[in-house]
């Protein structure tokens, strides 16, 4: 592709800044530029001439319909389409959008996950537009950005508490950069790099297996003879068939405005990743939904299937979404930068303290941040970071806090040059920080990675959290600094007091190590091994009051959000053991029954032939096959009553957490035996018997 086709394609569907500049009167894209930067609200002239040029705009550009495309708690995206035709007074038709149209919106709020802030009987809901975030065109209609609300003013949907948080850390933030001498910053805003992981199978097998149509990840399947142990996928040279799909990823993200840059194959048979370029916290987390939204209507263009859950195949490495998360301002600095002396550095320090401060006393809602069924069977292997949130800083940056906390002077070693050993490359500049795959918050230069999001999950839940946990610490840290008479003195006993409070939470070590398991304990840390465990604690008093505080969520939106995601939780469990309950009966039962009979029939048929031929002719492999089959069959049979019987029971535990808990301690153990028990038997029935794809045929589908 020519680079000036590349740069025309860029952004062409996006009703961007400079499509803006362009149409828009002077003093509206003024007023709009104003209230992108500020969040302050528009004035009605204002949405007219916007709502005009951007229908004009739309259509031009072969949008026939529009619609207000929000995030509910389902954690994907939804939209009702409305076509810009209306009827005139002589019966013909007028194109019509008008500010309303673009301003707000309504929905029936009950249909979608309110955890009881909307009632059956009580539809109402509105979506309102975020002019903060680009409005695009996809699939033929106007694709407009907007946060959504009960008919009482509560946030239900992913994008109002991450608006909420953003202005709650940019004010935070503001008194901090005041403070060092810094008015020239009008605006602090997080920014946000989401990789993408997903697998990619072949259409074919994906509609022979009925889990990963209604789960999206394999109940049953043993492990292939080879996975990923000779790491041969790992960056490995891209299938032409993928290839092809990348391609029109890239393209079709590129003309959404999405900064798409890296592609490239992942650790496990069939996995890929997607990194973009940062963007803005707001404009990084709708992106990412689109992201995924368009790796999967691509797929199916090519005859394949992307999958975006966390573990759909046991036996190999499952997908995250690793959140980079940095500060920037409104001058193009960013404040997690540490420069050449970051000892010297006591903005960055101070910075760089308040998420340290922010992640161990908010170890619980990190965590929670990411919970879900599916991520509970992905972290904790040797693939993900371990349940036990710790932050990663390297040895270096570590050493400048351990000085600063002793009152020393930190003698920074030069840096070295890695010696490469072949002339024809350049000399490289060794990195004083190593990474740590298995830190869950790592520090990797200017920016905190945050390695426990999962594949699937809309990243503005980790992203709200995010800012408001630092939000809190900056907010603490200025109301001692605006008090003191001595601002280096109190900075220098605030930090050094910040880093003997917290380095408990700092760990560069091996975060899969039972001794880390141990340790952390010692420290005091947290550790809750699922979603179940973790998620009771959303309410807990302090949490309450720091989403308070900050004006990010009220009571009563948190107690409805934690009563989604345990709700959640048990209809994904739920939904997996009625799915395994059919593919046991109908499809692995028959299978193994089937493959017993042939077995039956071939070992009659020796012992006919040989009274009729009067030979010793042995059948043991066939004798060993049935005891080992009718052995594991009798165990299966037993396994499936079990499971059923414990399914009939789930409607009898009252409440979602005890609902959860009982998918946790009961529906998971059956479903467990069930699976290992099935998994044996496929290594024992013969192909031509097992019409079920095996992992084998699934990882390995697409072939060149």
């Given at each position: 592709m020519e680079s000036k086709k590349l740069t025309e394609m860029f952004g062409s569907m996006v009703f961007n800044d400079k499509v803006m500049r362009e149409r828009l009167p002077k003093a509206t894209y003024d007023a709009v530029s104003t209230a992108m930067k500020n969040g302050s609200a528009l004035p009605l002239p204002h949405i007219r001439a916007v709502a005009k040029a951007m229908k004009e705009w739309a259509i031009e550009n072969g949008a026939t319909h529009y619609t207000h495309w929000f995030q509910p708690m389902t954690g994907i995206t939804a939209e009702k389409h409305d076509a810009f035709i209306n009827p005139d007074s002589n019966g013909d038709m007028i194109l019509k959008f008008s500010a309303h149209s673009l301003e707000s919106g309504e929905s029936d709020a009950s249909s979608f996950p309110t955890g009881g802030l909307r009632a059956t009987f009580e539809a109402r809901g509105y979506t309102a537009w975020d002019p903060t975030s680009y409005a695009f065109i996809k699939d033929g209609s106007l694709h407009i950005p907007t946060a959504f609300c009960s008919y009482g003013g509560e946030a239900i949907d992913k994008k109002t508490p991450l608006l909420r948080s953003t202005e709650a850390f940019n004010t935070q933030a503001l008194r901090i950069l005041k403070l060092f001498g810094?008015?020239?910053?009008?605006?602090?805003?997080?920014?946000?790099?989401?990789?993408?992981?997903?697998?990619?199978?072949?259409?074919?097998?994906?509609?022979?297996?009925?889990?990963?149509?209604?789960?999206?990840?394999?109940?049953?399947?043993?492990?292939?003879?080879?996975?990923?142990?000779?790491?041969?996928?790992?960056?490995?040279?891209?299938?032409?068939?993928?290839?092809?799909?990348?391609?029109?990823?890239?393209?079709?993200?590129?003309?959404?405005?999405?900064?798409?840059?890296?592609?490239?194959?992942?650790?496990?048979?069939?996995?890929?990743?997607?990194?973009?370029?940062?963007?803005?916290?707001?404009?990084?987390?709708?992106?990412?939904?689109?992201?995924?939204?368009?790796?999967?209507?691509?797929?199916?263009?090519?005859?394949?299937?992307?999958?975006?859950?966390?573990?759909?195949?046991?036996?190999?490495?499952?997908?995250?979404?690793?959140?980079?998360?940095?500060?920037?301002?409104?001058?193009?600095?960013?404040?997690?930068?540490?420069?050449?002396?970051?000892?010297?550095?006591?903005?960055?320090?101070?910075?760089?303290?308040?998420?340290?401060?922010?992640?161990?006393?908010?170890?619980?809602?990190?965590?929670?941040?990411?919970?879900?069924?599916?991520?509970?069977?992905?972290?904790?292997a040797d693939e993900a970071p371990p349940v036990i949130v710790s932050v990663y800083l390297g040895d270096e940056l570590q050493a400048v806090l351990s000085a600063i906390e002793a009152g020393e002077i930190y003698n920074a070693k030069k840096k070295t040059e890695l010696k490469i050993g072949v002339s024809a490359l350049p000399a490289i500049p060794k990195d004083t920080t190593d990474r740590n795959r298995t830190s869950p918050f790592a520090f990797t230069g200017n920016k905190f990675e945050f390695r426990m999001v999962g594949s699937s999950q809309n990243i503005s839940c980790p992203n709200f959290i995010l800012n408001t946990i630092v939000a809190e610490?900056?907010?603490?840290?200025?109301?001692?600094?605006?008090?003191?008479?001595?601002?280096?003195?109190?900075?220098?006993?605030?930090?050094?007091?910040?880093?003997?409070?917290?380095?408990?939470?700092?760990?560069?070590?091996?975060?899969?190590?039972?001794?880390w398991a141990k340790e952390a304990k010692r420290r005091g840390?947290?550790?809750?091994?699922?979603?179940?465990?973790?998620?009771?604690?959303?309410?807990?008093?302090?949490?309450?009051?720091?989403?308070?505080?900050?004006?990010?969520?009220?009571?009563?939106?948190?107690?409805?959000?934690?009563?989604?995601?345990?709700?959640?939780?048990?209809?994904?469990?739920?939904?997996?053991?009625?799915?395994?309950?059919?593919?046991?009966?109908?499809?692995?039962?028959?299978?193994?029954?089937?493959?017993?009979?042939?077995?039956?029939?071939?070992?009659?048929?020796?012992?006919?032939?040989?009274?009729?031929?009067?030979?010793?002719?042995?059948?043991?492999?066939?004798?060993?096959?049935?005891?080992?089959?009718?052995?594991?069959?009798?165990?299966?049979?037993?396994?499936?009553?079990n499971l059923?019987?414990?399914?009939?029971?789930?409607?009898?535990?009252?409440?979602?957490?005890?609902?959860?808990?009982?998918?946790?301690?009961?529906?998971?153990?059956?479903?467990?035996?069930?699976r290992d028990l099935a998994d044996d038997m496929e290594l024992l029935i013969g192909k031509k018997f097992y019409n079920i794809p095996t992992y084998e045929d699934i990882l390995y589908s697409v072939k060149y």
């Open positions: 810094n008015e020239k910053v009008k605006k602090v805003i997080p920014s946000v790099g989401a990789e993408q992981e997903y697998f990619l199978i072949d259409k074919s097998v994906y509609e022979k297996r009925i889990d990963l149509i209604h789960c999206g990840r394999t109940l049953f399947g043993a492990r292939p003879s080879k996975g990923q142990e000779l790491n041969d996928h790992y960056y490995g040279a891209i299938k032409s068939r993928v290839s092809a799909f990348m391609k029109e990823v890239d393209e079709e993200l590129w003309k959404l405005g999405v900064y798409a840059k890296t592609k490239h194959n992942e650790v496990a048979p069939a996995q890929h990743e997607l990194a973009p370029v940062y963007a803005s916290v707001n404009i990084a987390c709708d992106q990412n939904q689109l992201t995924m939204e368009t790796l999967k209507s691509v797929a199916h263009k090519h005859d394949l299937v992307c999958l975006l859950h966390e573990k759909p195949f046991a036996s190999v490495n499952g997908s995250g979404k690793h959140d980079n998360w940095s500060i920037t301002t409104d001058t193009g600095e960013n404040l997690l930068e540490p420069g050449e002396t970051p000892e010297k550095n006591a903005q960055f320090i101070l910075f760089l303290m308040a998420v340290i401060k922010a992640v161990d006393e908010y170890q619980d809602l990190l965590r929670i941040s990411v919970s879900s069924a599916g991520n509970d069977l992905r972290l904790g610490s900056l907010s603490q840290f200025a109301d001692v600094l605006e008090n003191a008479t001595d601002f280096n003195a109190e900075l220098d006993k605030l930090i050094k007091k910040t880093i003997k409070a917290h380095k408990r939470i700092i760990f560069n070590g091996n975060s899969y190590s039972k001794e840390l947290s550790a809750y091994p699922t979603t179940v465990d973790a998620l009771p604690h959303y309410v807990d008093d302090k949490n309450v009051k720091l989403f308070e505080k900050h004006k990010v969520l009220n009571k009563s939106e948190m107690n409805s959000r934690m009563e989604i995601l345990l709700e959640n939780y048990a209809n994904i469990i739920h939904i997996e053991a009625l799915t395994m309950l059919d593919m046991a009966r109908k499809e692995i039962t028959p299978a193994v029954i089937g493959y017993q009979s042939f077995i039956f029939e071939e070992a009659n048929l020796k012992r006919e032939f040989a009274k009729r031929s009067d030979s010793k002719l042995h059948y043991n492999l066939e004798k060993s096959l049935i005891f080992k089959l009718s052995n594991l069959a009798d165990k299966f049979s037993t396994a499936i009553d059923e019987i414990d399914i009939e029971g789930l409607s009898k535990a009252v409440g979602t957490l005890k609902k959860a808990q009982y998918c946790k301690n009961v529906l998971i153990k059956d479903m467990i035996t069930l």
